[in-house]
T-cell receptor
Framework: NAGVTQTPKFRILKIGQSMTLQCTQD?????MYWYRQDPGMGLKLIYY???????DKGEVPNGYNVSRSTTEDFPLRLELAAPSQTSVYFC?????????????FGPGTRLTVL | KQEVTQIPAALSVPEGENLVLNCSFT??????LQWFRQDPGKGLTSLLL?????REQTSGRLNASLDKSSGRSTLYIAASQPGDSATYLC?????????FGSGTKLNVKP
């Protein structure tokens, strides 16, 4: 099992550019999450999904979009990159509540917007 | 809105000491609480998960307790080792929405 994988590991964007952060899990988890972590801070939830075709906003969704067409994949889209989106992005997955609630995290994508 | 606070922000101890990390949260209607370890430049590794109906969980030298009514959790690390040096994060689950504290950065000196 690879667990949760994220690509790319690092990326530098110019203001106004777009990109998609990829996240894939091979544990057949229904639930998937995107977080961002700013320096010296905890993680903030951007979006989450409880299954294919179902997504919902977290605490800081502005400037991002997601889709969930398969159980395995949960890409995060940045449409018009801004310096405030410079952060480390983590994807995570888990089983539904009551079925083993532990979250498993990917290694992160470090994004810089200049 | 749920607020999660971790105290202290940083802690430096000599090897062999027992230590306690604290996590407090403002909304006690949580589903569970999870403690993580984060090494510099790395992702998060799950240490312990406590369901809202539980009082504590143990794994090796780690023991986590939960007092939901008072909005507190503690992570107890026994006989600390230099390899325990990392940032420790707690996260509360408010039914599909997870809220993280800012972490406690632990340094265990040989």
């Amino acid at each position: 099992n690879a667990g949760v994988t994220q690509t790319p590991k690092f990326r530098i964007l110019k203001i106004g550019q777009s990109m998609t952060l990829q996240c894939t899990q091979d544990m057949n988890h229904n639930y998937m999450y995107w977080y961002r972590q700013d320096p010296g801070m905890g993680l903030k939830l951007i979006y989450y999904s409880v299954g294919a075709g179902i997504t919902d906003k977290g605490e800081v969704p502005n400037g991002y979009n997601v889709s969930r067409s398969t159980t395995e994949d949960f890409p995060l889209r940045l449409e018009l990159a801004a310096p405030s989106q410079t952060s480390v992005y983590f994807c995570a997955s888990s089983y539904p509540p009551g079925s083993g609630d532990e979250q498993f995290f990917g290694p992160g994508t470090r994004l810089t917007v200049l | 809105k749920q607020e999660v606070t971790q105290i202290p922000a940083a802690l430096s101890v000599p090897e062999g000491e027992n230590l306690v990390l604290n996590c407090s949260f403002t909304d006690s209607a949580i589903y569970n609480l999870q403690w993580f370890r984060q090494d510099p430049g790395k992702g998060l590794t799950s240490l312990l998960l406590i369901q809202s109906s539980q009082r504590e969980q143990t794994s090796g030298r780690l023991n986590a307790s939960l007092d939901k009514s008072s909005g507190r959790s503690t992570l107890y690390i026994a006989a600390s080792q230099p390899g325990d040096s990392a940032t420790y994060l707690c996260a509360v689950n408010n039914f599909n929405k997870f809220y993280f504290g800012s972490g406690t950065k632990l340094n265990v000196k040989p």
